[in-house]
């Protein structure tokens, strides 16, 4: 009969470690699918869930409001637009009539004294083009510089960019009329023109975004590669810093397409006023001409579409400009 040689130390050692390092593999995954089965933690899951559906009607339900409260107006203005002037005190507000003349309301706004509603129109996009494009150039050569050079003053310059920005443009129309009057720019495109240069918003805007979107270390390697400060704000600092410039764009073309009082003490000349001022005009001509009711409203339609094409062309800037940097390389 043979007898089996007692294991040795060495063998003893290694099924010790075999075992341990098993209890190591084993041991985490048992306790973890405790933790994972335990009631307290599942009660916290279902909750977690519960609340996701509450919070979801909640956001919808503002949005909804905000939507029609924004929506409502512009619906009322496209049904008015359809209707005839006795037809607009005769029949509901938010409903067409029998027989909508839509083109043919549109075609006497156009065509009233002349056509100038076109010129109007064509003014405000003078007004609004040049100067919100201008304003945005120059809102963000400003704020680059404050954002990007330490320079001193720099921290004034900026106090009081912030203090432009709480100044309603309501507070500056008659300085501007009176300092205009005497340099001889009252009653002409450049009184509402450049005012409409300065945006202190854009400015304060484009300072912030600058700094978080223009990385310093690039700046740095193209000033080694020998492009001089112009350059790299064309070329690099205009590029990353576009989602702010179609903010900017967006809201001084509003500002300006919107202006009212300015254009109202600055000029006599109605060949210059804007759609907004034209507008109001014939409105206040309603009283002894009800017609204007229906030319009112349908040059407040024609007047809303520009906007409306401008904000469906910039939407994709903000998407692409909201989805850099999700993620990280």
């Not at 008659?174 to 918003?201: C, D, E, K, M, R």
């Not at 854009?202 to 600058?210: A, D, E, M, N, T």
């Not at 400060?229 to 810093?241: D, P, T």
């Amino acid at each position: 009969m043979s007898v089996a040689p007692p294991p040795t130390g060495r063998s003893r050692s290694t099924d010790r470690a075999g075992t341990t390092a098993r209890a190591a593999e084993d041991g985490p995954t048992e306790r973890t699918a405790g933790r994972v089965a335990t009631p307290t933690d599942d009660t916290g899951g279902r909750e977690g869930r519960r609340r996701r559906p509450t919070t979801t009607i909640l956001v919808t339900a503002v949005l909804v409001v905000a939507a029609v409260y924004f929506l409502v107006p512009v619906y009322w203005v496209l049904v008015a637009a359809t209707k005839s002037t006795d037809e607009l005190f005769t029949t509901s507000g938010f409903w067409f009539s029998g027989s909508p003349q839509l083109f043919t309301n549109i075609g006497n706004v156009l065509t009233y004294d002349g056509g100038i509603f076109l010129r109007w129109l064509l003014n405000s996009l003078l007004y609004s083009g040049v100067g919100a494009v201008l304003a945005t150039y120059l809102a963000a050569a400003a704020g680059y510089s404050l954002g990007m050079y330490q320079f001193k003053g720099n921290g004034l310059i900026h106090g009081v960019v912030l203090g432009g920005v709480l100044v309603p443009a309501t507070a500056t129309a008659l300085p501007l009329f009176l300092l205009f009057s005497q340099v001889g720019l009252a009653n002409t495109y450049w009184g509402v023109l450049i005012p409409s240069l300065v945006s202190p918003f854009g400015v304060f805007l484009c300072r912030i975004y600058s700094k978080a979107a223009v990385p310093v270390s690039v700046v740095e390697a193209a000033r080694i590669d020998g492009a001089g400060e112009l350059r790299i704000f064309h070329v690099l600092a205009l590029r990353a810093m576009a989602p702010a410039l179609v903010t900017v764009l967006l809201f001084q073309t509003i500002a300006i397409w919107n202006n009212y009082l300015l254009p109202l003490v600055m000029l006599a000349d109605s060949r210059l006023y804007p759609a907004t001022l034209g507008l109001t005009t014939w409105r206040g001509q309603v009283d002894r001409l009800p017609e204007f009711y229906q030319l009112t409203i349908g040059g407040v339609l024609v007047s809303v579409v520009p906007l409306v094409i401008l904000m469906i062309v910039l939407q994709r800037f903000w998407r692409g400009g909201l989805t850099e940097g999700a993620v990280k390389a």
